[in-house]
C-alpha cells in the first residue's frame, strides 16, 4: 500500500489551497483518513481527520478554517485549507488505516508529506 500526496506549495494568507492523498495497492478497505503537519522544531500534531462513516474532527487551530473530505471510490483524502495562516507553514502528511486486501488486516499508513508555506 503506497500514500501520494499533492498540492503542496506557496500560499499567501487569506488564500487557499487544497491538499489530496491517494492511496494504491492491495486495498480492501479504508478505515479512517487524517491529514498531520510538523512545523520545524515541533512534533507532528493532528491537523483533521475523518472516519469511514464521515464523522470528522479538527484540532482547535484550523476549526471553522480547514475542511477535510474523502472519496472512497477513488481511495482519497482531501484537505481544503482556506484562510491559511503563516503558523500552518509546515510539511503535512496524510495517514490512512487500511484493511489489506491478503490478510484482511489494518495497518496505518503514511504519507511523505509535502510542504506548504503561508507567506506573502
Known amino acids: 500500500v503506497q500514500l501520494q500526496a499533492s498540492g503542496g506549495g506557496l500560499v499567501q494568507p487569506g488564500g487557499s489551497l487544497r491538499l489530496s492523498c491517494a492511496a494504491s495497492g492491495s486495498i480492501f478497505s479504508i478505515n479512517a483518513m487524517g491529514w498531520y503537519r510538523q512545523a520545524p522544531g515541533k512534533q507532528r500534531e493532528l491537523v483533521a481527520d475523518?472516519?469511514?462513516?464521515?464523522?470528522?474532527k479538527y484540532a482547535d487551530s484550523v476549526k471553522g478554517r480547514f475542511t477535510i473530505s474523502r472519496d472512497n471510490a477513488k481511495n482519497t483524502v482531501y484537505l481544503q485549507m482556506a484562510s491559511p495562516k503563516p503558523e500552518d507553514t509546515a510539511v503535512y502528511y496524510c495517514n490512512m488505516v487500511v484493511v489489506r486486501t491478503y490478510d484482511r488486516l489494518a495497518y496505518s499508513y503514511w504519507g511523505r508529506g509535502t510542504l506548504v508555506t503561508v507567506s506573502s
Open positions: 475523518i472516519t469511514s462513516g464521515g464523522s470528522t
